[in-house]
């Protein structure tokens, strides 16, 4: 017998102590009435941002209080420009006063006007809904960055090809209050300061469409200052921005470096630093650097002291001024690039004499730390794969054009780490080979560099191999965030492939705290976007073209609506509707009598195993991002552009399904899983003939491929959520959990630690990379569908919640955990018998509609939610906090709940019997 029956039993038999568990539960509700402090300040969904360059951010917070069904009913925010007189609760900046309002998720700024390069405090506290205040929050901070064009001094400069090493002296004549650095590069640099690296970013700055916009970051310079004499030394290298491959795009011919710092002394005084022609440069130990080669460094050319004050660099030439980039200079609003993790390998093995290869047991994004000693001159090289042949030997064939290979040169005298800084890698495996003696596995460590994105969603489930999944989604995300969301890491592409980012951006949202980083990517495609409204299928454009498969180029819509749905946010759409407007008027100029005529890019269902049409696929998202557009219009409030496009969209649906749809067959297009997932997940078909539609779906599933999936990635993104729709998660559920060919489960049986391209298992040089991201959209499947974790239809932000679990056959049990942008949605639930209980955590400032599983075989069903009965011979029993309704509905009892901790246990009224007569 179960707890929870032992525990109800335990009770009936003694009173003494229910009365005991009464009163503390009692006690608790009286202490537990004081709103807590709010948490997690954001601003611009960045915690302690330096480099704020809006004139009016956005703040916000999450809630804490221990009451069910608890709201925020108002708020004050105070904003000071010292950190004293906010502890002394002044707002000398903004004190917002009293404001009445549920938002906390975009609260936007309404003081004095921000001043560039300054630090501003900010605490908030709220008002719940019985009017009791909460204590103000722990002090946050912002910094500004350069709020105006006019206010950069700097230059370009430039000392070649190979960039180089740069310094510049300079005098602190008293004791430093302030001082920030600007620095932003046509390639990459690593910023020293006396000596000292500063920051943790790799790889910086992110890439970007150049001539439009180059990206800076912000830098607190005062823990590295001091009074008397100081130097900033830079090194620089190329990067994307000056490289080419495969005959991509080169946008500059050398890289270049932009470099301003403002130091505030007390007393009055300032310095100010810009580059210019003053600066010093010379060549530095990066003998070459390249994004697809790698990197050759001779520890040989380093210079001691280099980078420190008192050098004498009198044997440097001065740096040139150089024209650069005339875009627009936009702070680096987003998480880093970052060396994240440390990956110790697993296994060396020694396949020929002097080769060594390093097993890291991860396919991983980033570079090796090698550790050796041996005498000057020594060159050791290491080359990556993700792959082995047979005979133990690295296979590159998948890399094709890049070199990917890195090679250090001995200074000698000791032991020497090194670790390359301007390039990186996708691999499993490194080869090594010219090390001095023999290496150990200490030799080699895997460093792991991503965007440093903060891990927010959780998911597990009974059935293993759907945890595997979840582990190689996660893994193939993160390897391919670089500043941009990437295809792949490791062959000579590397791009931000349009198709890719938008099909698995939801689950990426729901993995990881994705808002400020799709936030600067939705700025690139605005930026890469062509005057007649085209956007291409690489953004930034460096690869690849205009004359896009829409499916790709349906990203630009796609992640507005994404960022409005997970985080509530209306300003993305405000930047974005002309930009988004202009693309709609591109498809209807190719449209001919509401249906899209034009063929546009190769793609289609890419890499699908049973071909849809192109142009099936072309009108399908023809529609679909007219109907997004009427939606965001909707948004915000522009009632006749909203009613314009929903119009148009309705002469689309009537166009498309004359075009596609076939009466006599009930099969849209040729009736291939795609063709028809689509079409079910817009709604498309007639009424009377959904099931119809319906049943060709799950019978080319089920019978015709023996439960196996057709499509490719573009596809199976509507199939797993159709089928669900339809009432078949089971079929959906047996899909995700197949582990034969094609199958996410196969990649899994065959050992892959990320994603493939390709549903096949292929390793030769075609199309064939093993660490792609494009099929993860199965990932948001998990949480939506079998952990249940949605929101109410039309809503945003998670302000009103929908759980309703897929308790799908074969499933035990599944879990999935979310931190919003509201605070964090728990569900959990499992099989107990022929009942279930489900747990839920739905945070304050939200509701939710509830739907516990009902399994088919009980006719009459108990709900308790713990320990008080809630449903009861088909009825809602009430009393529960929180807890304001229920109603029966299909296969699910669905209550509606305030925020708080809820655990519903549903069980046949027989066994509730059986309890009560014991």
């Not at 078909?685 to 779906?697: A, G, H, Q, W, Y």
Request: glycine share 10%; proline share 4%; charged share 20%.
């Amino acid at each position: 017998m179960d707890s929870l029956s032992s525990l109800r039993k335990a009770l009936a038999r003694n009173p003494v102590l229910l009365a005991v568990i009464f009163g503390l539960n009692l006690i608790h509700v009286r202490a537990a009435s004081v709103p807590g402090a709010p948490n997690s300040l954001r601003c611009e969904y960045m915690e302690d941002p330096l480099g704020v360059d809006t004139a009016q951010p956005r703040f916000a917070w999450i809630l804490a209080h221990s009451d069910r069904a608890e709201k925020q009913t108002a708020y004050q925010v105070l904003v000071s420009t010292t950190a004293e007189a906010l502890k002394e609760g002044r707002g000398d900046q903004w004190d917002s006063g009293k404001v009445a309002g549920e938002d906390f998720t975009q609260v936007v700024y309404a003081g004095k006007p921000l001043e560039s390069g300054r630090n501003y405090w900010w605490k908030v506290r709220y008002w719940d809904k019985e009017g009791r205040a909460s204590d103000y929050s722990r002090q946050a901070r912002f910094g500004t960055a350069l709020l105006k064009p006019s206010e950069w001094k700097a230059s370009w400069i430039g000392a070649g090809a190979q960039g180089g090493e740069f310094r510049k002296e300079f005098t602190v004549g008293g004791k430093i209050k302030d001082a920030r650095v600007y620095i932003a590069a046509l390639g990459y640099y690593e910023l020293r300061v006396n000596g000292h690296r500063i920051g943790r970013k790799v790889l910086d700055p992110a890439w970007t469409t150049y001539p439009k916009r180059v990206l800076y970051s912000t830098y607190d310079l005062l823990p590295a200052l001091r009074e008397g004499k100081n130097v900033i030394a830079v090194m620089l290298a190329g990067g994307w921005a000056t490289q080419e491959v495969d005959g991509s795009q080169v946008y500059y011919k050398e890289p270049a470096l932009l470099v301003q710092a403002h130091a505030d002394v007390e007393g009055g005084s300032a310095v100010n630093l810009a580059s210019d022609a003053t600066w010093k440069t010379a060549p530095g130990p990066v003998f070459e650097s390249s994004v697809y080669g790698g990197e050759v460094y001779d520890a040989r050319n380093e210079t001691t002291g280099w980078d420190a004050a008192g050098f004498d660099d009198s044997s440097w030439t001065a740096a040139r001024e150089v024209e650069g980039s005339s875009g627009a200079r936009s702070s680096q609003m987003m998480p880093a690039i970052e060396g994240t993790d440390q990956l110790v390998p697993v296994k060396m093995t020694n396949p020929r004499p002097g080769v060594y290869v390093f097993d890291m047991g991860q396919n991983m994004s980033g570079w090796a730390h090698l550790r050796v000693e041996g005498p000057a001159g020594a060159k050791v090289l290491m080359r990556y794969s993700e792959l082995l042949y047979d005979n133990g030997m690295i296979n590159r064939e998948n890399i094709r054009a890049a070199k990917s290979r890195d090679i250090y040169i001995l200074r000698g005298g000791g032991e020497e780490n090194y670790e390359a800084r301007f390039t990186y890698h996708g691999f499993r495996y490194v080869e090594v080979t010219g090390f001095p003696g023999t290496p150990s596995l200490d030799s080699i460590r895997g460093r792991f560099v991503h965007s440093a994105v903060k891990t927010i969603g959780s998911f597990s489930a009974s059935t293993p191999v759907l945890n595997d999944i979840q582990r190689v989604i996660r893994w193939s995300q993160l390897t391919n965030l670089m500043g941009v969301p990437t295809d792949c890491d490791q062959r000579d592409e590397r791009q931000g492939w349009m198709g890719d980012a938008q099909a698995t951006a939801e689950e990426a949202m729901m993995n990881f705290d994705m808002a400020a980083f799709y936030t600067n990517f939705i700025r690139d495609i605005a930026d890469a976007q062509r005057d007649d409204g085209a956007v291409p299928d690489t953004v930034p454009l460096k690869y690849g073209g205009y004359e896009a498969d829409l499916g790709w180029q349906t990203a630009y819509p796609l992640l507005v609506k994404y960022m409005w749905e997970q985080y509530g946010d209306r300003r993305i759409i405000e930047e974005n509707e002309a930009g988004l407007k202009k693309y709609i008027e591109y498809l209807r100029r190719n449209a001919k009598e509401d249906v899209f005529a034009t063929v546009l890019g190769h793609e289609g269902d890419w890499v699908e195993l049973a071909k849809t049409p192109h142009d099936y696929i072309s009108d399908f998202w023809y529609l679909y991002d007219v109907e997004v557009m009427a939606d965001l219009e909707k948004v915000l409030g522009h009632t006749s552009d909203a009613d314009m496009y929903g119009k148009l969209a309705g002469n689309i649906r009537t166009a498309f399904n004359k075009a596609y749809f076939h009466p006599d067959t009930g099969q849209y297009a040729n009736g291939t899983q795609a063709a028809n997932a689509m079409a079910l997940f817009l709604n498309l078909p007639p009424k009377d003939r959904r099931n119809d539609v319906i049943d060709n779906l799950t019978n080319d599933v089920l019978y015709f491929h023996n439960t196996h999936l057709t499509t490719g990635f573009i596809g199976v993104k509507f199939l797993m959520p159709a089928l669900t729709a339809a009432g078949r998660s089971d079929l959906a559920y047996d899909l995700a959990a197949q582990t034969t060919y094609p199958s996410w489960g196969y990649m899994i049986s065959r050992g892959a630690t990320t994603l493939w391209e390709l549903w096949q298992e292929k390793a030769g040089p075609s199309m064939n990379s093993h660490n792609h991201i494009m099929f993860g959209s199965v990932g948001a499947w998990f949480y939506q569908a079998l952990a249940g974790i949605n929101q109410a239809p039309g809503v945003a932000g998670y302000r009103h919640i929908r759980i309703q679990p897929q308790a799908a056959h074969g499933l035990q049990y599944a879990s999935g955990t979310v931190k919003t942008i509201r605070g964090t949605v728990e569900s959990s639930w499992a099989h107990e018998g022929e009942g279930v209980t489900l747990h839920v955590r739905i945070p304050e400032g939200a509701d939710a509609r509830v739907m516990v599983p009902r399994p088919q075989q009980l006719s009459g069903v108990t709900v308790d939610e713990n320990g008080r009965t809630v449903w009861d011979k088909g009825k809602y029993v009430g009393g529960d906090p929180g807890i304001t309704g229920a109603t029966s509905e299909d296969d699910y009892i669905g209550f509606d709940v305030g925020s708080g901790d809820y655990t519903f246990h549903l069980r046949s009224q027989q066994e509730n019997f059986q309890i009560n007569a014991q």
